[in-house]
């Protein structure tokens, strides 16, 4: 009889203490249910109040109007060429090669069309695109472009810049959505940037990310590199796409990853606004850019190795002369092979990279002042200014 009456009150205090567990559970829900924001027809600036926190926590803005506009302005490229394939079965087979000679000229060859996908920026309401030149490239046959209302339309191609990467064409379109330009001297490491494109032929993807870098110079993608580094998802069809910043300007023509499996890793480049802007004006304009050359000349950049060997440098800064023709302006002016150059019309030259820019810059038919170190001593030499088609490489 004592169990049992010990029992009772040990389920009886079981009860009050899950009741009071219980109890405060519902407390805690219900004061949970209070602090959310009111439905339509509550007290004016609560939902504000209450959300305010969740906002600041996140920390990430809406770019829902941004995008919205900047897909309006993108189109998807396929761009048809017709390539030469082998129909030797020993094509990629170097032994062949080498007893054989070329496998072509045993099995034969036959034209095949290859298509190239990428993006372009309509930077002009009656039809001017902005892509990459190397989704333009090769014996294009077909442009075909994809606007963001799903309309096919076909393009022609205008001109084509290989040294930075970007072309221009024109499709058979009116009355199109314009994405501005934007200054990318005055983006800043960290800003937030969207890319837009059709990866994959997924037709006006947007992905966000940040400026991870700006003024990337020697990466080996294109001879006259100036390009933005992004870590917003860049990916096989993005080429020739838009990145924009908060503002839904037009900063960068994206262009290249960097990758191990052909995926995107965060490590993505476009070709600055400016640079971009420029090309494309005179793509439009001439049909070619022109660019200055004084010749034939192969340059690199100043490497502590390289300064080791050379003990009368300074410093480990400038470009160094490593191979050019005898028939060359720069030879007939006095440039010789280890000249280092300084500086070029009183301009700090300190990479290869940013000499030949500065000689592609200068205007066709001027004289350029260029400043080398040659045996310890600084000379001075005229050089004069021809045509690009000469090449500096």
Not at 80 to 101: E, L
Not at 219 to 241: H, P
Not at 266 to 277: I, P, R
Request: charged residues 15%.
């Amino acid at each position: 009889m004592l169990r049992r009456t010990a029992l009772a009150i040990l389920l009886v205090l079981a009860g009050f203490v899950a009741g009071l567990v219980l109890t405060g559970r519902m407390r805690s829900a219900s004061e949970g249910v209070a602090a959310q924001p009111p439905r339509a027809g509550g007290v004016p600036g609560a939902a504000a109040t209450a959300q305010a926190p969740i906002v600041q926590g996140q920390g990430l803005p809406d770019f829902s109007i941004v995008a919205e506009r900047a897909i309006r302005g993108i189109v998807s490229l396929t761009a048809v060429s017709v390539v030469r394939t082998s129909n030797s079965p020993f094509a990629s087979d170097p032994a062949f090669r080498q007893f054989f000679g070329d496998p072509d000229q045993w099995f034969g060859s036959r034209l095949e069309p290859s298509s190239a996908l990428g993006s372009g920026v309509i930077i002009s309401a009656d039809g001017y695109v902005v892509t990459n030149s190397h989704v333009v490239a090769g014996n294009i046959r077909d442009i075909t472009a994809v606007l963001p209302d799903k309309r096919e339309v076909k393009g022609v191609l205008v001109g084509r810049d290989p040294m930075t990467d970007i072309a221009v064409v024109k499709i058979n379109a009116r009355n199109l959505p314009v994405l501005p330009w934007g200054d990318s001297s005055g983006i800043k490491v960290g800003q937030w940037v969207l890319a837009v494109g059709s990866p994959f032929a997924l037709n006006q993807t947007v992905t966000l990310g940040i400026v991870s870098a700006v003024g990337r110079t020697g990466l080996g993608i294109t001879d006259y590199e100036d390009f933005i580094q992004t870590d917003a998802a860049i990916n096989n069809g993005n080429s020739g796409g838009g990145l924009l910043d908060a503002r839904g300007e037009v900063i960068g023509i994206n262009t290249a990853i960097v990758s191990e499996g052909g995926g995107s890793n965060g490590v993505g480049f476009a070709v600055s606004s400016n640079l971009a802007k420029t090309i494309a004006d005179e793509l439009i304009k001439n049909g070619e850019v022109r660019r200055g050359s004084i010749g034939a000349v192969t340059v690199q950049t100043v490497t502590p190795e390289i300064a080791a060997q050379l003990e009368y440098l300074p410093s480990t800064r400038g470009a160094v002369v490593a191979r050019m023709y005898r028939n060359s302006s720069a030879f007939q002016a006095g440039l010789r092979p280890y000249d280092i150059v300084v500086a070029f019309n009183g301009r700090k030259i300190e990479t290869g990279e940013q000499f030949v820019r500065a000689v592609a810059d200068s205007p066709i038919g001027s004289t350029a002042t260029i400043s080398v170190l040659r045996q310890g001593r600084q000379i001075e030499l005229k050089v004069p200014v021809g045509g690009r088609s000469q090449g500096i490489r």
